[in-house]
């Protein structure tokens, strides 16, 4: 089964201050496959956190079609959707998807544990004590069950991270979006963050992943896609793509990156 598929996705901002509309994302076409790994790469301003945020409502698409577990979410033309969902179906099919961004965003005036066991309890009612076992599990899964009644302030950046992957894990998706986990990172930190998620792999998690991180690509990825101004430029398994990419934009991108 697929877990995520898209077909001619597109997506453009209007310009501001003068300037003419941008078309970020030009009809992109991809499918994940259950239990893959799919990771983006690119130029920065490619398009693939806006690809990345269209998948569970972050962004609007103007046009194109996305399917959630073969289930057809959005079918957009002219940016309205067509697609012929109730609200609560609607919302049932994207609380599949998990994801995580850039900055951490954990509710600093709230303990570690109390940042897992927030959505749990109010999205899903989920009982208090069913809901703090769960985060500690998560917590000793990310190799921080010693920071359970810790605040986000007092972790390192890598720390933060791993609490905010445990709390998308928290509501037990199906899918993970990951939008450059590691970018806001110092270097020394990345691989803390690097190493849980190839477990999560390993485990079997569907996993898409927007990241600069060639060699987690390399060693973790199914497939690498390549997006270049709002396009994707090629699709490959990695031990192709990154010995012998079709496109000489490809090329030209792994020679600067790597």
């Known amino acids: 089964m697929s877990m995520i598929k898209t077909v001619d996705v597109s997506k453009t901002f209007q310009g501001k201050n003068?300037?003419?509309?941008?078309?970020?994302?030009?009809?992109?076409?991809?499918?994940?496959?259950?239990?893959?790994?799919?990771?983006?790469?690119?130029p920065s301003g490619a398009g693939k956190s806006t690809y990345l945020r269209s998948l569970n409502r972050l962004e609007?698409?103007?046009?194109?079609?996305?399917y959630i577990e073969d289930k057809l979410l959005f079918d957009?033309?002219?940016?309205?959707?067509?697609?012929?969902?109730?609200?609560?179906?609607?919302?049932?099919?994207?609380?599949?998807?998990?994801?995580?961004?850039?900055?951490?965003?954990?509710?600093?005036?709230?303990t570690v544990i109390e940042n897992l066991m927030l959505a749990p309890m109010h999205v899903k009612k989920v009982p208090v004590e069913a809901a703090r076992e769960k985060a500690k599990q998560l917590?000793?899964?990310?190799?921080?069950?010693?920071?359970?009644?810790?605040?986000?302030?007092?972790?390192?950046?890598?720390?933060?991270?791993?609490?905010?992957?445990?709390?998308?894990?928290?509501?037990?998706?199906?899918?993970?979006?990951?939008d450059e986990p590691t970018s806001a990172?110092?270097?020394?930190?990345?691989?803390?963050?690097?190493?849980?998620?190839?477990?999560l792999a390993q485990a079997g998690m569907t996993m898409m992943v927007v990241t600069h991180e060639m060699g987690f690509a390399r060693e973790a990825a199914d497939k690498v896609a390549v997006m270049f101004e709002g396009s994707?430029?090629?699709?490959?398994?990695?031990?192709?793509?990154?010995t012998n990419p079709k496109q000489e934009r490809t090329k030209q991108f792994l020679q600067s990156v790597l």
């Open 139 to 178: 917590l000793d899964r990310v190799g921080l069950s010693d920071k359970t009644d810790a605040y986000p302030s007092m972790l390192s950046g890598g720390q933060q991270q791993r609490v905010a992957i445990a709390r998308a894990l928290a509501m037990e998706p199906k899918i993970m979006l990951f």
């Open 18 to 42: 003068g300037r003419g509309p941008l078309e970020v994302l030009k009809n992109v076409s991809l499918t994940v496959e259950q239990g893959e790994v799919v990771c983006i790469i690119g």
């Open 232 to 242: 994707i430029l090629e699709i490959a398994p990695p031990s192709e793509l990154f």
């Open 185 to 199: 990172l110092d270097p020394e930190l990345v691989g803390e963050v690097l190493s849980v998620m190839k477990s």
């Open 76 to 110: 957009c033309r002219h940016g309205i959707n067509a697609a012929h969902l109730t609200h609560h179906e609607l919302n049932a099919s994207l609380l599949e998807v998990g994801m995580v961004f850039q900055s951490f965003n954990l509710f600093p005036h709230k």
């Open 60 to 66: 609007t698409i103007d046009s194109g079609k996305i």
